[in-house]
């Protein structure tokens, strides 16, 4: 059974970079066909996908936060991040992790709650 | 504002039937697979359909999709209290990024 489970710190100053982790279990990183996504949901708001990256090291990011996102991947601890530079009051919001394809995730860790505050 | 429009909110008696639309464009919808997420309150979304109309393993046969030109329709049939939840939209676009919708709150009465 797949797991996710998104790490990091829970409270970020305004200008400074927001860094998470997410962990998989269940299952390794590098196999082939599946995105590994970020995706955030601001209080009380919907969903806003943020970007992956695949097996390969392809990236996609979402071209509204592109300029200021880097998703990684660290094979050796079969874990993804995600940094995200310059953060404001707008980036509050609880992040998750997911394992997809194209445009459909099926695999979802249970999501961390970021706030930016100074 | 979402590129994908959903209706805020819908709402329906226990054991009937609920429609939730999806509308896009050519960009999104109307060339790519849609998929369906339910959000229970407080937990994360859970992948209800993908590549418009096919259920994961575990997904009851009451959910059921849809998708015609540049929209797209969750049904859910049978409904019961435990659906109460948010519900949303979600596709590629040619912007190579991936959308979802604005979310539809389904009460069931």
């Known amino acids: 059974q797949l797991q996710l489970q998104e790490s990091g710190s829970g409270l970020v100053k305004p200008s400074q970079t927001l860094s998470l982790t997410c962990a998989v279990s269940?299952?390794?990183?590098?196999?082939?066909?599946?995105?590994w996504s970020w995706i955030r949901q601001p209080p009380g708001k919907g969903l806003e996908w943020i970007g992956y990256?695949?097996?390969?090291?392809?990236?996609y990011y979402n071209p509204s936060l592109k300029s200021r996102v880097t998703i990684s991947v660290d094979r050796s601890k079969n874990q993804f991040s995600l940094k995200l530079s310059s953060v404001t009051a707008a980036d509050t919001a609880v992040y998750y992790c997911?394992?997809?394809?194209?445009?459909?995730?099926?695999?979802w860790g249970q999501g961390t709650l970021v706030t930016v505050s100074s | 504002q979402s590129v994908l429009t959903q209706p805020p909110s819908v709402s329906a008696a226990p054991g009937q039937k609920v429609t939730i639309s999806c509308s896009g464009s050519s960009s999104n919808i109307g060339n790519n697979y849609v998929s369906w997420y339910q959000q229970l309150p407080g937990t994360a979304p859970k992948l209800l359909i993908y590549d418009n109309n096919k259920r994961p393993s575990g997904i009851p046969d009451r959910f059921s999709g849809s998708k015609s030109g540049t929209s797209a329709t969750l049904g859910i049939t049978g409904l019961q209290t435990g659906d109460e939840a948010d519900y949303y939209c979600g596709t590629w676009d040619s912007s190579l990024s991936v959308l979802f919708g604005g979310g539809t709150k389904l009460t069931v009465l």
């Open positions: 269940g299952g390794s990183i590098s196999s082939g066909g599946y995105s």
């Open positions: 997911a394992r997809g394809t194209v445009a459909s995730f099926q695999h």
């Open positions: 990256i695949y097996h390969s090291g392809s990236t």
